[in-house]
């Protein structure tokens, strides 16, 4: 599977942005995606993910409330929706696909290669 992210810019503290991720390649739909960060000088934290049917998602606790994630597979796309932005959430944006969903970025198998987040305040 091949995922390419995008939708990521510059926005003002308060903000929304949604990020996309489509797919290509193997049949999507089979694979749970996540959504993770790196904020600069930190490592890689789990944001989100979802379920492969799109029924079942999770939260990190630091952006449960404020963001959602959904998405269509017979589009091939995953969204990440980002509403009440803060400047904490200034990142480079990862979706990941894998055969479980999990908040460990070691069980994914395909990533994409990043959307650039910036909030300022």
């Known amino acids: 599977v091949q995922l390419q992210a995008s939708g990521g810019g510059l926005v003002q503290a308060g903000g929304s942005l949604r990020l996309s991720c489509a797919a290509s390649g193997r049949t999507f739909s089979n694979y749970a995606v996540g959504w993770f960060r790196q904020a600069p000088g930190k490592e890689r934290e789990f944001v989100g993910v979802?379920?492969?049917?799109?029924?079942?998602?999770y939260y990190a606790d630091s952006v449960k409330g404020r963001f959602t994630i959904s998405r269509d597979n017979a589009k091939d796309t995953v969204w990440l929706q980002m509403n009440r932005l803060n400047p904490e959430d200034t990142a480079v944006y990862y979706c990941?696909?894998?055969?479980?969903?999990?908040?460990?970025?070691?069980?994914?198998?395909?990533w994409g290669q990043g959307t650039l987040v910036t909030v300022s305040s």
């Open positions: 990941a696909a894998g055969n479980w969903g999990s908040s460990s970025d070691e069980q994914y198998d395909y």
């Open positions: 979802i379920s492969w049917s799109g029924g079942t998602s």
